[in-house]
């Protein structure tokens, strides 16, 4: 027994070596995932925020638009009041113009009748002082 060897470590047989290959293969792609996922995660973050900001950003325009609403109410109210005076004033005007029109077409039918009236009268007198005239001949 003089020649015994020391028993070689034994060959990894094709298929260990191919297994091997895909677990380094995988370990590889496990890294470039956890890589991919902690990019995912900071992305989702960053989602989160904007979706944060957005809700209120949501809620400042809902509340600005309620109070654009309110003052928006105050002042047509504000203008409708303001028409209605002015609609007063206006009818209000046109009665004292009808009224001014009415009494002024009375005024003037009295003063066409004197006028006619003083007329007649002075027509009366020069014919009476005609005739009390002693004639000049």
């Known amino acids: 027994m003089g020649d015994e060897s020391t ?9 260990a ?4 290959e895909m677990r380094a293969g995988f370990q590889s792609f496990e ?3 956890d890589a991919v996922d902690m990019r995912l995660e900071g992305h989702d973050r960053r989602f989160d925020e904007v979706d944060k900001r957005l809700v209120t950003m949501d809620a400042r325009i809902t509340d600005e638009a309620a109070a654009t609403r309110r003052h928006f ?8 009041e303001s028409f209605n005076i ?12 009808d009224r001014l029109i009415a009494a002024n ?5 009295a003063f066409i009748d004197g006028h006619t009236d003083h007329e007649v009268r002075i027509t ?7 005739a009390s005239k002693p004639t000049t001949s």
């Open 105 to 109: 077409a009375i005024e003037h039918a």
């Open 31 to 33: 890294k470039r995932f």
């Open 124 to 130: 009366r007198l020069e014919a009476a002082r005609g």
């Open 86 to 97: 002015v609609i007063d004033k206006t009818m209000a005007t046109g009665e004292k113009v």
């Open 7 to 15: 028993p070689e470590a034994p060959q990894p047989s094709e298929m």
């Open 73 to 80: 109410d105050v002042v047509a109210e504000g203008l409708r």
């Open 17 to 20: 070596m191919l297994r091997a």
